[in-house]
Each structure stands twice: as C-alpha cells, then as structure tokens.
C-alpha cells in the first residue's frame, strides 16, 4: 500500500504561482508513475501533469503545458508540481495518484491508478 498526502494548496492571485507536493508513505515510489490530476466544481477530472514509472518522462496537459511542471524526488519519496502564470480557470481540487503498472499511453486515465491523495484545493482569485 502506498499512502501519498497533498500539500501545498492555498489560494493566488492571477499570474501567480504555486507548488504543490504530493508526499508518499508505506513504499517508495520508484517504479511506480505519478500524476496529478484536478477536478473544478461541476466538471470531470482533468489530467494535469504524470511522470513515468521510470522516472525519465513527463507528460502535460493541454491546458497546463509551459506553465506546469512535474518532477519527482526520490530521495524524499515526493512528487512536486510546480505551477506558474496560474489563472482562474486552474481553480480546482488538485490530486495526485500513483500506480506500478501504468504504462505510458494510459498516463492521463486516471482509471489507471491504484492509489490517491486526499486532495488539495487550488484557488486562483481573478
């Protein structure tokens, strides 16, 4: 079992920026893929930003690309998302998931994961 905790969470101002942590306990994450993914009020989840089992790939969402950035840290067991430029509509709740058998084409389906965070709330105030 992997038990992963979100923090970081808060509320900004438009343009400002953010980083969450997503803080792994119970197994190390090496070899598992990661990502993140948000839900706004009324809307699906949405596939934010993943990294590999491997460690060497990222992946983005549309909507996040050249402002988000994911990257893990093996030694502390976390994974951090790094968010700039935010605007209102990056207002959600933001998760992140891990599994050991995501393979890369199914990185954004979160259908795929097989452990969650609790969630951190993101406000971007306009």
């Known amino acids: 079992q992997v038990q992963l905790v979100e923090s970081g969470g808060g509320t900004v101002e438009t343009g400002g920026s953010m980083r969450l942590s997503c803080a792994a306990s119970?197994?190390?994450?090496?070899?598992?893929?990661v990502g993140w993914f948000r839900q706004a009020p009324g809307k699906d989840h949405e596939f934010v930003a993943a990294?590999?089992?491997?460690?060497?790939?990222?992946y983005y969402g549309d909507s996040v690309k050249g402002r988000f950035a994911i990257s893990r840290d093996n030694a502390k067991n976390t994974v951090e998302l790094q968010m700039h430029s935010l605007k209102p509509e990056d207002t959600a709740v933001y998760s992140c998931?891990?599994?050991?058998?995501?393979?890369?084409?199914?990185?954004?389906?979160?259908?795929?994961?097989?452990?969650w965070g609790q969630g951190t709330q993101v406000t971007v105030s306009s």
């Open positions: 998931a891990a599994g050991n058998r995501v393979i890369t084409s199914s990185l954004t389906n979160r259908r795929q994961y097989d452990f």
């Open positions: 119970g197994r190390s994450l090496r070899g598992y893929a």
């Open positions: 990294v590999g089992r491997t460690g060497s790939g990222t």
